[in-house]
């Protein structure tokens, strides 16, 4: 009985805890204690003998032996497995706790369960905050859809473990990028999925510099394509040279269709620049020049030769010297060496045609003096020389002023010779009433012609100043404006040039108001002087009317000579009056003239016709028919008179003889 109790005992203790260490052994433990309770109790109750009483005890407590032992050995194992199960799990949560990396798990439904400090620090969360969200709420809109999908698979059993980047929210909201590697862990026996580890790699600071290197990269593949520029690469270890696709497009091959041979280059040199070029790469080779460069000719794929600058510099040698590593770049210079050939053949023309102007304007009589934009002499030609008086060489480099002062005949005022202003169009100026005064005060008239340099940019850059000795013509010219406006006997204004007076005297009473008077003087027994006498007598008493004229008026009185014995007078005065006796008075003094020619004398007399000129008195023509009909009067009058127009003659005395004026 005690001993079924002990056994009874034995048993609760395993089932006990084997129920505690594990619930599939502790139900083995329990089968095998029942089997062992049962055989101790119901073996004793058997009718058998007492060895068969000791045998079955025997075999019970063998069996309950065997029982104690399995039951042992299954708790050891049952507590070690829950030890290592145990130091496993707090490896597990050391290594997420301390890990660089972000750790998190989450369930499948995108929330995060836990997440290590790592992970909240990336985004700059707390724990605490982070757990409280889901992987959608801190994913960049942009990548939601590759979290979507990856869950999706994962809950379809398609995929078992996940890797890929993606960009997460920031709590201040920039993006951050990082990469995600982790697994599912399901169910034991069903394979049902329970949630996800991941680990989050920050790799924000790796994808800005990837960016970083290619826009770089960007920008130099541009840069190196947009001016025509290519790379070549030599590395004997990797058997030869590689050339960029630029490199290769700019000669018309393929790209890659001229990798390999490091000579094969050489090859395709114009023959008049090989020499050269092979000589240059020899000494650099060599180690004779720090760097390679030449400028030749290589044939394109079509024939056609193509300007290469090609720059290139050895990066590594071996033991003995030899060139391991080398690289180079090269430039399509073909427009640059064509631009130089024509500058070339431009500069050569422009050579020629400064040395024929230079020649030209040492040949030519004109004098020509050239100026920069700062008034400073650049040019001066022999004949400039002489007609200021200063050698050329101590000319240059001076300033105009200091060789060349010009004053403008009349008014006496220096003539400006100044550069035009942004807002006036270049012009030339030309003058024929200069005078040139000379360092020792010498004068002579001069032509000037005042020509601007304008340069491609509309910019004033200088003068060119064209000018001749003007004296003697400006004296012809001068004689020939006095003879074309005086009578060549009298020396009087002649009639052409009394008219246009006349005519601008009308214009302005018609304008501004106003009264002049206008007289139509007509000699009395000239003809008898001419026909007793000769022309040349006659020629003498107008000379001598003449002098009469301007003797008895004033200066600013208008005497003309209208042709034969007729003669003309303006006063300028506005009083009417004052005409009739103007009249009275050179009547007078032609009266007492005491003409002799040959030693006979001659008497002769004058008859006069006034009319206003005014506003109101019509036109020229009209003024002079009117003073013309007047004089008409006087001499049907008796000679000697002077009469008014006809419809002024309220204004004046009636024709009166010769006496009546005496």
Not at 45 to 70: K, W
Not at 563 to 583: C, H, M, N, Y
Request: proline share 3%; with cysteine; net charge negative.
């Amino acid at each position: 009985m005690q001993l079924r109790v002990g056994v009874g005992r034995i048993v609760a203790w395993l089932n006990w805890k084997g129920l505690r260490a594990d619930r599939h052994a502790a139900q083995g433990l329990l089968a095998i204690g029942l089997v062992a309770a049962a055989a101790s109790i119901l073996l004793p109750r058997l009718e058998f003998g007492a060895d068969a009483l000791r045998l079955c005890l025997q075999i019970s407590i063998a069996i309950t032996a065997a029982t104690l032992f399995l039951s042992a050995m299954f708790i050891q194992r049952i507590v070690d497995d829950r030890r290592q199960i145990a130091e496993s799990e707090q490896r597990f949560r050391r290594a997420m706790e301390d890990s660089a990396i972000g750790v998190a798990i989450v369930g499948l439904d995108g929330r995060i369960v836990q997440a290590n400090p790592a992970f909240a620090d990336m985004l700059g969360y707390t724990r605490s905050e982070i757990e409280a969200l889901t992987f959608l709420q801190i994913t960049h809109p942009d990548d939601l859809q590759i979290g979507r999908e990856t869950m999706m698979s994962l809950k379809e059993g398609n995929i078992h473990s996940f890797h890929f980047e993606k960009r997460y929210l920031h709590k201040d909201g920039t993006p951050v990028w990082a990469q995600l590697a982790g697994s599912v862990i399901r169910e034991e026996g069903t394979g049902r999925p329970l949630y996800l580890v991941s680990q989050i790699e920050d790799i924000d600071a790796r994808k800005q510099a990837e960016a970083r290197i290619a826009e770089a990269e960007t920008r130099w593949n541009f840069a190196l394509t947009s001016t025509g520029q290519g790379v070549w690469s030599l590395d004997m270890r990797k058997g030869g040279t590689t050339y960029s696709e630029t490199w290769a497009k700019m000669l018309g091959y393929a790209a890659g269709e001229l990798d390999g041979d490091p000579d094969r280059w050489l090859t395709m040199i114009h023959p008049d620049d090989q020499a050269r070029v092979a000589e240059a790469d020899r000494a650099h080779l060599a180690g004779e020049t720090p760097f390679f460069e030449a400028e030749f000719r290589m044939r394109h794929k079509d024939g056609h030769w193509v300007w290469i600058l090609d720059r290139g510099k050895t990066i590594e040698r071996d033991a003995e010297g030899r060139v391991i590593r080398a690289i180079g770049s090269l430039t399509d210079i073909t427009q640059r060496k064509e631009a130089e050939t024509r500058l070339m053949v431009s500069a050569a023309m422009l050579a020629d045609e400064k040395e024929r102007l230079r020649v030209t304007l040492q040949s030519i009589g004109d004098a020509v003096i050239c100026t920069d934009a700062a008034n400073r002499i650049t040019f001066m030609n022999p004949v400039a020389e002489k007609l200021t008086g200063v050698d050329v060489c101590e000319a240059l480099g001076k300033v105009l002023g200091h060789v060349y002062w010009a004053v403008d005949e009349e008014s006496g005022q220096r003539i400006g010779l100044t550069r035009p202003s942004a807002c006036e169009q270049p012009r030339c100026d030309q003058n024929t009433r200069a005078v040139l005064v000379r360092r020792d005060d010498t004068r002579c008239s001069i032509r000037q012609v005042v020509s601007p340099i304008m340069n491609d940019r509309k910019q004033f850059c200088g003068l060119v100043i064209v000018f001749q000795d003007f004296t003697d013509a400006r004296a012809l010219q001068r004689q020939l404006a006095y003879a074309a406006a005086h009578d060549a006997l009298t020396g009087l204004a002649n009639r052409s040039s009394f008219m246009r007076t006349m005519e601008e005297l009308v214009d302005q009473c018609r304008l501004n108001g106003g009264e002049h008077q206008f007289m139509f003087v007509d000699l009395d027994h000239f003809k008898a002087v001419n026909d007793t006498g000769g022309h040349a007598a006659g020629d003498a008493l107008l000379r001598r009317v003449a002098d009469t004229l301007r003797n008895v008026l004033g200066p600013e009185e208008i005497v003309a000579r209208l042709g034969g014995d007729e003669f003309a007078v303006i006063l300028k005065s506005g009083d009417a009056a004052r005409g009739p006796i103007a009249a009275r008075s050179i009547i007078d003094a032609i009266c007492n003239l005491n003409f002799s020619w040959d030693g006979r004398p001659h008497l002769i007399g004058a008859s006069i016709g006034l009319a206003p000129i005014r506003a109101g008195c019509g036109e020229l023509d009209e003024i002079i028919a009117r003073a013309d009909a007047a004089c008409y009067d006087a001499k049907a009058a008796g000679r000697g008179c002077v009469s008014a127009a006809p419809d002024e003659a309220s204004r004046d005395v009636p024709p009166m003889p010769l006496a009546a004026a005496s």
